[in-house]
C-alpha cells in the first residue's frame, strides 16, 4: 500500500485535500521536563494579533465573529486567532510550559476549517506526589465536539491528559473527529511536504490504574509515580476501575516519533494509555503513519473496540505493564511509503538519518506483547498483562521497517506475557525474505503458552511462514504449531491464500480452507464482547454495518 500526495478524507460538510511535497523534519526532542506553570506575560488579544484573538475577516465589510475557543491564561483572555475557516492557537493558548485546569471545548469550524497549534495541550496538571504536590481528582475536560479537526505544526505538540483530568471526544460515524498534521493545508505547509509520520507527538493520557511499573509499597503510599515514555509525566495509582474519558469515532494521523533522548523505546505513540482504567473507552479509531505504536497500554484496565491501524512504523498494539483489558474488532494492514522528508532519529545512541524519496515498509508487529516492566514479591499486586482479544485481522508485508529493519510480523510475545485470543486471522501472503508471522521472545512467555494461559481459539494462521525461528519446540517439548492448532480449535493453514475477501480486508467466509468455526463469544464478559459467527475483524457478509463501513473508509482514504 503506497501513500500518495492526495489523501482524501470526508468530513461533516467538505473534505479535507491533503497534498505532498519534500523538506525536513527531526524528532529528536529539545525538552523533556515536567516543569510546567500557568503563568506568562500574555495580554488581553480580544481585539486581533498573532498570538491572541482575531476578529476574523470580512465579508462585505462586516466584521466577522470569532469563532476560535478561548481561555484565561494568568488573569488575561487569551482566544485564537481566526484566519477563515481555521483557528490558529499560538504557544500563549497552550503549549508545552502551560497546564490548562479548566474545562475547555473545540467544537466543529465551517468551511473545512480546523484547530491549528504550534504547542501541546496539556490538560490538568502532572504531579509527582513524591515532591509534595496532590493530583486533583477531578481534573479538567478536554471536550472535543463531533466533525472537529484537531491539527498540529510541531513534533513536539502533544495532547497529554494528566491524572484526574479527562478527554471526551465522541465523534460519528459521519462527523468523525480528527487528530493530525498541519500539513494537510497548503496554507500551513511552509516546506511544501505534506503530511508524514511524527509530524506531531501523539495523544498520552495517564490514569490511576494498576501498572508494575511501581512497587506494592508505593501504591499503599500514594507515592506511584510511574514516567510516561517520550516527553516525561507521571501515571499510576491503585483504581483500574478509574475513567480518563473516551473517545469515539476519531482518526490519529501522522503522529508519533522515533526513539528520543531516553534511547530506544522512549518514544511517542499515536495513542499511549497509561494506566487508563476500564472506565475510558477507545472506540471506532483508526490510526495511520504514526512514527512509533498504533496503540501502546502501559498496565491498567481500558477497553478498544473498532479499531483500525494502517502504515504505523513500529506495533499497532503494543501491550505492556499489566494491561488487563478486553479488545474486539482489531484490524492491522502493514504497507509501504515513500518518505516526503529527510526523518533524523537516534538508534542505540546513533544519530540515523532517513532521506526524502527513500521507499520503505511500515509495520513491525501486529500486536507487541510484554507481560512486565518488574516482578517479584514487591510487584506481586500487578502480575503481567494478561488481556482478552476477540476478532482480529493482521496483515502482515514480506518487508522490514524504515525506522529499525525489523520485520512485519502479526505478533511477538515477551516478557512473561499472558491473555487469551478468539477468532483470529493472521496473513502472509508473502515470505519471500524469511518474515515470520509469530515470534516468541521470551522463554516465560513460551512457558506461558504450554500452560495455556496464552493461546490461541477458534483462529487462523494463514501465513507462507508460520514462526520465527521455526521448528522449535516450547520449553516443555511441545511443537509451536500444535500449540497454536489447541487440540483443533485453531488451523493452520500455511498460506494467505483466498482468507480475505476481494476488498483486502474482510474475512473470506466461504474459504474453502477455513474448516474450523468461530467462537460466538458465549463465554466471555457479554457486557463488552459482542457475540459473532465469523474468524477475523470483518466479516464479508456484514457490508451495512457501522463497523464494515469504518474499515472501508479508513483504508479508501489512504488509497492511491
Excluded at 196 to 215: E, K, P, S, V, Y
Excluded at 324 to 350: L, P
Excluded at 394 to 405: A, L, P, Q, W, Y
Amino acid at each position: 500500500m503506497k501513500i500518495s500526495g492526495l489523501f482524501k478524507v470526508s468530513l461533516v460538510a467538505s473534505a479535507l485535500v491533503l497534498a505532498g511535497c519534500g523538506g525536513d523534519i527531526k524528532v529528536t526532542p529539545t525538552v523533556n521536563d515536567t516543569s510546567v506553570t500557568n503563568s506568562n506575560n500574555t495580554t488581553t488579544n480580544n481585539t486581533g494579533g498573532a498570538t491572541g484573538g482575531d476578529t476574523g475577516g470580512d465579508t462585505g465589510g462586516d466584521k466577522v465573529e470569532n469563532p476560535c475557543t478561548a481561555r484565561t491564561v494568568a488573569g488575561n483572555e487569551v482566544q485564537g486567532a481566526f484566519e477563515a475557516p481555521h483557528c490558529v492557537y499560538s504557544t500563549s493558548f497552550a503549549g508545552k510550559t502551560l497546564e490548562i485546569e479548566e474545562d475547555i471545548t473545540f467544537k466543529a469550524l465551517a468551511n473545512g476549517g480546523a484547530h491549528i497549534f504550534d504547542g501541546a495541550i496539556l490538560m490538568g496538571k502532572n504531579c509527582n506526589t513524591t515532591l509534595g504536590c496532590t493530583v486533583e481528582e477531578n481534573g479538567p475536560t478536554l471536550n472535543i465536539e463531533a466533525g472537529t479537526t484537531l491539527a498540529f505544526r510541531s513534533g513536539e505538540a502533544i495532547i497529554r491528559i494528566g491524572r484526574g483530568a479527562k478527554i471526551n471526544a465522541i465523534g460519528t460515524a459521519d462527523a468523525p473527529i480528527t487528530f493530525t498534521s498541519a500539513n494537510i493545508y497548503p496554507e500551513f505547509d511552509i516546506a511544501e511536504t505534506g503530511p508524514q509520520f511524527a509530524d506531531w507527538g501523539g495523544i498520552i493520557i495517564n490514569g490511576f490504574g494498576l501498572t508494575n511499573q511501581c512497587t506494592n509499597a508505593e501504591r499503599a503510599a500514594n507515592t506511584c509515580n510511574a514516567e510516561s515514555e517520550g516527553i516525561t509525566s507521571h501515571f499510576g495509582g491503585n483504581n483500574n476501575a478509574d475513567s480518563s474519558g473516551n473517545i469515539k469515532f476519531a482518526n490519529i494521523w501522522y503522529a508519533g516519533s522515533g526513539p528520543r533522548e531516553g534511547g530506544d523505546g522512549d518514544d511517542l505513540n499515536s495513542l499511549t494509555l497509561n494506566a487508563v482504567g476500564s472506565g475510558s473507552t477507545f472506540d471506532y479509531l483508526h490510526i495511520h503513519q504514526g512514527f512509533d505504536d498504533g496503540i501502546e497500554f502501559f498496565g491498567g484496565a481500558a477497553n478498544i473496540k473498532h479499531i483500525v491501524v494502517t502504515d504505523t512504523q513500529d506495533d499497532a498494539i503494543d501491550i505492556d505493564a499489566g494491561w488487563k483489558g478486553n479488545a474486539q474488532f482489531i484490524f492491522v494492514k502493514h504497507g509501504t511509503v515513500t518518505t516526503k522528508k529527510d526523518v533524523s532519529f537516534y538508534d542505540d545512541g546513533e544519530l540515523k538519518t532517513i532521506a526524502a524519496g527513500t521507499p520503505g515498509f511500515m509495520g513491525n508487529n501486529g500486536f507487541e506483547t510484554d507481560g512486565e516492566k518488574n516482578k517479584g514479591a514487591d510487584y506481586s499486586e500487578v502480575p503481567a498483562s494478561n488481556p482478552t482479544i476477540a476478532n482480529v485481522t493482521v496483515v502482515t508485508t514480506d518487508g522490514k521497517s524504515i525506522r529499525d529493519n525489523s520485520s512485519s510480523q502479526a505478533a511477538k510475545f515477551d516478557d512473561a506475557i499472558r491473555g487469551m485470543y478468539y477468532n483470529a486471522l493472521f496473513v502472509k501472503a508473502d515470505g519471500a525474505n524469511g518474515t515470520d508471522c509469530l515470534e516468541f521472545k521470551d522463554s516465560d512467555a513460551a512457558a506461558n503458552a504450554e500452560a495455556d494461559v496464552l493461546n490461541f481459539n477458534n483462529s487462523v494462521l494463514a501465513c507462507v511462514n508460520n514462526f520465527k525461528n521455526d521448528g522449535e519446540t516450547l520449553p516443555g517439548g511441545e511443537v509451536k504449531e500444535e500449540w497454536f492448532r489447541n487440540g483443533g480449535s485453531s488451523l493452520v493453514l500455511n498460506t494467505g491464500e483466498g482468507v480475505l475477501a476481494a476488498n483486502g480486508f474482510a474475512t473470506n467466509t466461504g474459504a474453502e480452507a477455513i474448516t474450523i468455526e468461530a467462537n460466538n463469544l458465549s463465554g466471555l464478559d457479554a457486557g463488552f464482547f459482542e457475540s459473532v459467527d465469523y474468524i477475523g475483524a470483518v466479516s464479508d457478509k456484514d457490508t451495512s454495518s457501522d463497523w464494515y463501513k469504518w474499515v472501508q473508509k479508513s483504508l479508501a482514504a489512504i488509497a492511491n
